[in-house]
């Protein structure tokens, strides 16, 4: 203990993990070196276990995990006592590197709600692709022979995604999911798509929708996505089908459109004109 004070106020002794200076500063500001050695003795020598039965008031503790032992012996004396372990090897809780989690424990523990991060919205064209009977194509050649024609089609649609700007979102089984900056570059790359992979005995339907979309931790989702993926699930073999949006937005592109009629998108409100490429 002598050591401790004869370095109080500038950290000497302390946590090696702890901000030095903050820790000096600290001190200085706290008490003078004599009195610190006092307020030491009295810390050490006191003995409140025999009072911590009558606390009944709600209590956090917060210690090291190394402490786990120490402070759930002290949690079995306090009838309403909650404890809180945070990683690392120090004597201390360091206020500044780990400030956000001792934060948040402590306002979980007071009812302090925790604000649920914003959406961002974005206007985005999503296409989904689908590999028409696949289930009958691993039937008839087995699982070895899929596994290398499943590899080849995803590397022609991830190459073609890339000559088309198209950003891959996600691979459910046989089928991707990516996102475009604008519907003429998403109709492009599904009718490039659908040509490339029917070369290697194929057959895809793919369908592209324009909508608003939520992003959250870098994934593009919503009901613009559940949206795009109804449409691709209505889409025949060698079809790309897309929403009334997407026709309106690429008018004047070049592109020729057959009208699909009117279909009920599952778990999607309204009807829904859908049409298909033609060119």
């Known amino acids: 203990m002598s050591e401790r004070m004869e370095g109080w106020g500038t950290s000497d002794g302390e946590d090696p993990d702890e901000p030095t200076m903050f820790w000096g500063l600290l001190e200085r500001q706290t008490t003078t070196p004599d009195l610190a050695v006092k307020l030491e003795l009295i810390w050490r020598q006191t003995d409140v276990r025999g009072t911590l039965p009558a606390v009944t008031t709600p209590t956090l503790l917060l210690a090291r995990d190394r402490d786990r032992e120490a402070l759930t012996y002290l949690a079995g004396l306090m009838p309403r006592a909650t404890v809180r372990l945070f990683p690392g090897g120090g004597d201390s809780i360091p206020i500044v590197d780990e400030q956000p989690p001792v934060l948040r424990a402590i306002k979980e523990f007071v009812g302090v709600e925790t604000p649920v991060p914003e959406l961002d919205t974005i206007l985005s064209t999503v296409l989904f692709t689908d590999i028409v009977g696949s289930t009958e194509h691993l039937a008839a050649i087995g699982d070895s022979s899929w596994r290398g024609l499943i590899q080849r089609h995803h590397d022609i649609v991830r190459n073609v995604l890339t000559r088309w700007r198209g950003v891959e979102q996600d691979t459910a089984g046989d089928g991707f999911y990516a996102t475009f900056d604008g519907p003429a570059r998403a109709i492009r790359c599904a009718l490039e798509v659908i040509e490339r992979v029917n070369e290697i005995g194929l057959e895809l339907r793919v369908g592209v929708h ?36 997407v026709k309106d937005l690429v008018a004047g592109s070049g592109f020729t459109f057959e009208d699909a009629g009117e279909h009920e998108l599952k778990g999607v409100p309204d009807r829904w004109r859908l049409y298909r490429v033609t060119s």
């Open 210 to 245: 324009t909508g608003e979309c939520t992003v959250m931790a870098g994934k593009v989702g919503g009901l613009g996505v559940a949206i795009g993926a109804r449409v691709a699930a209505a889409a025949l073999g060698s079809q790309v089908l897309v929403s009334q949006t």
